[in-house]
């Protein structure tokens, strides 16, 4: 125990690299010692959090190093992934697995009374990103360790992440995410590679003395931008990669002028506005705001990011010239596009390039992902802001566009309609920057993020960019990481698995396939199923304790764990249960199959609708879990603050997972993908990669629902009334009317009636279109989940054929299309 250990010896422990649970225990009080300054008595779980995270932290360091040396030696081809979100989750667990000292450091620190659980649990996670877009990031960052490529991961280091959620009187509260406060001692400063950034005043120009025509930018506003680095270690390899975030701050030289003319004040105040820039992490999830400061973090990290890339490269002794051999940049959606202009004045204006070959190389760099159709999530810039911003960059982007048009002018011409469509100018009305035109024009590769999607893209919402690029254009369909999505967060499913096939499936997830082989292998179904049912009693013990809600772990756990839109339909999932209600209390004695359904979602703070969705998912809740009628067959449950963190123990938890999006509105989705990978079935409509997951796993283990994209687009087209569906489906007009009259909201009929009369009178998300054929899809959920040996059946094969969804396969398909680089081998040496 803690207390046998002398005091005197825990001063002598220096070993900082070895494996050994010995070692690792005399590190870790070496470290409770030497970093937190506290023994056994004093000390907090935090701190023995903190000197488990420094020891890891020191194994990490080593190959960190040698990754470093290794790249900096061969002068290594490196993919920077540029993005405004890196939604990373916690690092401990995830850095025990990659080093594949878990079992010894779990086993080590209840050797001195402590539970790993416990300590994991004391780390608040890094939520530096909204959902799917920031944790799509966050799994490339681990596939790309894991498969030993060169990469840095670029971006924002926001002092307030996602805000942590609330939920008061059945309402989403938020609060500030202060991530930052007890200290992160997975990051590592790096102030001797700041850099600074202008924002804000005019261009001059003016001829050389070469007689060349020349721009500045005189900005009226510098600040610096200091690296916090990250390692990323991979899986069960020395190679540890960077996440490289920038804060802002204040440069001394700004101050100093201030406080030479006295102006004290101005100083501090200057200093306040330039630290706002990294201050917080803009809470909405496909959807853009517009705001100043939002284009201001934008340019800020790109910025920050190209001036250090260049710096890398001077390093090592390769001329400018070879910038796109050196490096391939994916920009993570259009929110770091605005560096193919800044690449583009760097080049021009800093190292006096010529025009052609600053465009060859910069075109040559980037590449482009794209993450959704729904055009407010497509971002695009006022033209007076963006001018007051970055005026250079503005004439830059005038010159592309022309440039550019003559182009399209010469592929088609005489169709000045095409022109107008395509202009990187949006000139309908007031005079917009297209983000999206800007990033298909300066990138040589443009991608979604799956099938269907990248289908849509070229069918509609990039078409001209299509017929103009063709060969510019591939898909890329979305992947999740097996280690944490599983080794981590299901370690007793992992361990089944390793069991019957060995562990190379971690690394190569096709593996998974054979254990089709165990399908119908009694046993193995039984321990299968146990397993299931241990996640969902853990899972209900957490609802009880934080919902004070009593959950029956052997009803069917119906999970439906995102962020709050329309266009994700929870509120379809609640027309089901009100449906579900309805028939019990027409028929108390209805057989029905028990239900536990769990919600777990932010919505946007300004995004009414979601709230109010939010608000009723609670409503329905309090009233069903409590109706004496029910007799505890249907359970609501709605987990508050929805992140990576919970998201781990609510995956291995799930029977059925709910991935029912209007058909052509979710890009891909990768919740759908964690779901089944941990053996829930899949209820789920013709969208984003649930088309590719049910041809994966076979469409009779598959629950399908719903219009498809084109009967969508079909109905639309020819004026779609939602209210028809309602005045001829007897259910769904019962289960609009319950919540219309005030029954969930103690006789408040007004409460809800924004929901409702949306849903009469527009429906743009076609939930009455498809609540007919959902509830038929789910009453067969019901009636094969009373079947349990054909449920596990389903659920096995579910995940023994999601070999596809893993990041690492994303990760190779990037590499060998779009990034032209290769794997580098890291040899570990003494430091
Ligand atoms: C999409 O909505 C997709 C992720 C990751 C989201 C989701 O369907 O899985 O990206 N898009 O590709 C997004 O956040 C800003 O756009």
């Known amino acids: ?496 698995i390793t069991s019957k096939i060995g562990d190379s499936w971690i690394k190569n997830l096709k593996e998974l396939q054979q254990l089709e082989q165990f399908v119908d292998d009694a046993g193995f179904q039984v321990e299968w199923r146990r397993i299931k049912q241990h996640s969902k009693t853990e899972l209900a013990t957490y609802i009880q304790n934080n919902n004070n809600i009593t959950v029956d772990p052997d009803s069917l756990f119906d999970i439906q764990a995102k962020r709050f839109h329309e266009y994700k339909r929870q509120h379809l999932s609640l027309l089901h249960i009100v449906t579900l209600y309805n028939r019990i209390k027409a028929n108390p004695d209805i057989e029905i199959t028990p239900r536990t359904f769990i919600f777990g979602g932010k919505a946007a703070p300004g995004y009414f609708m979601a709230k109010l969705i939010i608000k009723l998912i609670n409503s329905v809740g309090n009233v069903v879990n409590r109706d004496p009628d029910v007799r505890g067959r249907l359970k609501v449950v709605f987990l508050k603050d929805y992140n990576v963190k919970l998201a781990q123990r609510i995956y291995p938890a799930a029977d059925l997972s709910e991935q029912i999006s209007t058909a052509g509105k979710e890009a891909s989705g990768t919740g759908n993908m964690k779901f089944a990978l941990n053996g829930a079935l899949t209820i789920g409509t013709l969208d984003g990669a649930n088309v590719e997951i049910r041809e994966e796993v076979g469409e009779e283990n598959f629950f399908l629902f719903g219009l498809t994209t084109e009967e969508v687009y079909h109905k639309r087209a020819h004026g779609y009334r939602s209210r028809d569906y309602y005045h001829t489906n007897a259910e769904l007009k019962l289960a609009i009317d319950r919540i219309a009259s005030g029954f969930f909201s103690q006789g408040d009929a007004e409460l809800f009636r924004p929901l409702v009369d949306d849903l009469l009178n527009q429906d743009q998300y076609f939930l009455f279109a498809d609540y007919a054929s959902y509830i038929a899809c789910q009453d067969q959920v019901a009636a094969v989940y009373k079947d349990q040996t054909k449920w596990t059946r389903m659920s096995i094969l579910n995940a023994a054929r999601m070999g596809k969804f893993s990041s690492d396969r994303s990760i190779e398909d990037y590499c060998r299309d779009i990034w032209k680089v290769e794997p580098v081998n890291v040899e570990l040496r003494q430091c």
Request: glycine share 6%.
């Open 1 to 496: 125990s803690l207390d046998a250990i002398d005091l005197q010896d825990r001063c002598e422990l220096s070993n900082r690299t070895g494996m050994d649970s010995e070692t690792l225990k005399r590190a870790f009080l070496n470290n409770l010692f030497y970093v937190q300054g506290k023994f056994p008595a004093l000390a907090t779980t935090n701190d023995y959090y903190m000197a488990l995270a420094y020891t890891v932290r020191d194994r990490l360091l080593q190959r960190w190093i040698n990754t470093a040396a290794t790249y900096t030696e061969l002068g290594s081809r490196t993919v920077a992934y540029f993005s405004a979100e890196f939604l990373m989750g916690p690092h401990l667990g995830n850095n025990l697995i990659n080093l594949g000292i878990y079992d010894q450091v779990e086993q080590g620190m209840a050797e001195l009374g402590l539970s790993l659980d416990e300590l994991q649990e004391e780390e608040e996670e890094p939520g530096l990103g909204n959902g799917g877009l920031g944790r799509l990031a966050a799994c490339y960052l681990d596939s790309l360790a894991t498969l030993d490529i060169p990469s840095l991961g670029y971006g924002i280091r926001y002092e307030f992440g996602i805000f942590d959620q609330d939920i008061r009187d059945g309402w989403q509260v938020e609060r500030t995410d202060k991530w930052l406060s007890a200290g992160n001692p997975w990051e590592i400063a790096r102030p001797e590679w700041s850099v600074e950034i202008k924002l804000g005043g005019h261009t001059e120009h003016y001829t050389d003395d070469h007689g060349n025509y020349r721009s500045r930018w005189v900005p009226d506003q510098v600040v610096k931008g200091i690296p916090y680095d990250t390692p990323i270690l991979g899986y069960q390899t020395n190679t540890a990669n960077t996440l490289r975030l920038w804060t802002a701050e204040a440069p001394e030289s700004f101050d100093f002028r201030s406080f030479n003319s006295g102006d004290y004040l101005g100083a501090v105040y200057e200093k306040m506005i330039s630290e706002n820039i990294s201050k917080v992490l803009y809470p909405n999830d496909d959807s853009s705001q517009g705001k100043q400061l939002r284009l201001t973090q934008q340019f800020f990290f790109v910025s920050c990011s190209l001036q250090d890339m260049i710096r890398i490269l001077h390093g090592q002794n390769l001329p400018l010239e070879n910038f796109h051999k050196k490096f391939a940049v994916q920009l993570n959606d259009t929110h770091p596009a605005i560096s193919v202009v800044e690449l583009m004045r760097l080049l021009i204006d800093h190292h006096q390039m010529d025009w052609e070959q600053a465009w060859t190389i910069t075109h040559q760099t980037f590449a482009y992902t794209n993450h959704t159709l729904l055009p407010e999530a497509l971002e695009r810039w006022p033209i007076e802001l963006f001018g007051s911003l970055l005026p250079r960059h503005l004439e830059l982007i005038y010159e592309i566009n022309q440039r550019f048009l003559d182009e399209v002018r010469i592929k088609f011409p005489d169709d000045e309609e095409r022109m107008i469509r395509m202009s990187l100018i949006d000139e309908s009305g007031e005079r917009y920057v297209r983000m999206a035109h800007l990033a298909c024009v300066g990138s040589h590769a443009i991608n979604g993020v799956a099938a269907l999607h990248t289908e849509l893209l070229q069918k509609d919402v990039l078409r001209d960019f299509y017929e103009m690029y063709p060969h510019k254009f591939t898909n890329k369909t979305n992947g999740v990481t097996p280690r944490r999505f599983m080794v981590l967060s299901n370690s007793q499913l992992s361990k089944l």
